[in-house]
C-alpha cells in the first residue's frame, strides 16, 4: 500500500492546524501541525516531511525567516500562508524560496489542489535534472549547487531558489546556447501538469534574471530571442564551481 504524503503545517492558530490536519487527512494525505520553527525543526528531524504549509506570522522566527533557511539545507516544496494580501509579501515569499503562497482567508479545498499540484510538479522532474547526475554546475561566476538547489556566487554567498526557479534555471543550464521557446519550456519544467495557456515563464524568467543579477533591460545571461524564446548564452561546466 502506498504511503500517503505527509504535509507539515506551522501556524500558530490551533483552530487553522485542527481544521487543515483534519482536512487534508480526511483527503488521503497525513498531516502533522505545529505552532512555532522550532516545532517545525523538530518535525523535520523526526522523520519525512513532503510539503511545508507555512505561515508568515509565528513567533519567534517568521515565516521569510525559516523558509530562507529550509532553502539552505532542502528543497522541499513550501507553501506560504498570510493574513496580510500585499503583493509585497507575496513577491518577498516566493523570493525567499517558497513555491506558492495563498492569502488568509483561503479555502482548504484550494489548499488542497495547490499541494496535489506541486507535489507531482516536483515529482516530475525529468531524470536529466536530478540532483545525483551532477553536484555543481557553473557558469558566468555561478554554482549551482543541484543537492541543496540552491545558487552560490563567486564570493560564496548563497542564493536560495524556488522549486520553479530551479526546474527552470537546470533546463537553461542543459541547453546552452540553444533557444527555447515557451511551450518547450513550459512543457520542460512542468511536463504533464503543463497549461497550455500558462503564461508565467515570462514571469519566471523575468525572477530568475533578477536572481543572477541579470539586467532585464539588457541581459547577458538570459537573453531573450525577439519572436523565438529565451537563451542561456553563456559557457556551462558541470561538476565545477565557478569564481
Not at 15 to 35: M, P, Q, T
Not at 112 to 117: D, G, N, P, S
Not at 214 to 221: K, V
Request: proline residues 6%; contains cysteine; hydrophobic residues 40%.
Amino acid at each position: 500500500m502506498e504511503t500517503p504524503d505527509h504535509i507539515l503545517i506551522v501556524d500558530d492558530d490551533a483552530e487553522i492546524r485542527s481544521l487543515l490536519k483534519a482536512y487534508l487527512a480526511k483527503n488521503g494525505l497525513k498531516a502533522s501541525a505545529v505552532a512555532d520553527g522550532k516545532g517545525m525543526w523538530q518535525a523535520l528531524d523526526a522523520g519525512r516531511v513532503d510539503l511545508i504549509v507555512l505561515d508568515l506570522m509565528l513567533p519567534g522566527d517568521d515565516g521569510l525567516t525559516l523558509c530562507r533557511k529550509l532553502r539552505a539545507k532542502s528543497d522541499m516544496p513550501v507553501i506560504m500562508l498570510t493574513a496580510r494580501g500585499e503583493e509585497t509579501d507575496r513577491i518577498v515569499g516566493l523570493e525567499m524560496g517558497a513555491d506558492d503562497y495563498l492569502p488568509k482567508p483561503f479555502s482548504p479545498r484550494e489548499l488542497l489542489a495547490r499541494i496535489k499540484v506541486i507535489l507531482r510538479r516536483a515529482r516530475s522532474l525529468p531524470d536529466n535534472l536530478r540532483p545525483e547526475e551532477t553536484r555543481h554546475i557553473g557558469f558566468a561566476g555561478w554554482t549551482l549547487d543541484t543537492a541543496h538547489r540552491h545558487l552560490v556566487s563567486a564570493a560564496g554567498v548563497v542564493t536560495p531558489l524556488s522549486g520553479a526557479e530551479y526546474r527552470l534555471l537546470r533546463i537553461f543550464l542543459s541547453h546552452p546556447n540553444r533557444v527555447l521557446n515557451r511551450d518547450q519550456l513550459v512543457d520542460l519544467t512542468q511536463g504533464k501538469e503543463a497549461d497550455p495557456l500558462d503564461r508565467s515563464i515570462d514571469v519566471q524568467v523575468s525572477r530568475l534574471r533578477h536572481r543572477l543579477g541579470d539586467d532585464p533591460r539588457a541581459p547577458q545571461l538570459i537573453k531573450t530571442v525577439r519572436g523565438e524564446g529565451y537563451v542561456l548564452s553563456v559557457p556551462v561546466a558541470a561538476d565545477e564551481r565557478c569564481g
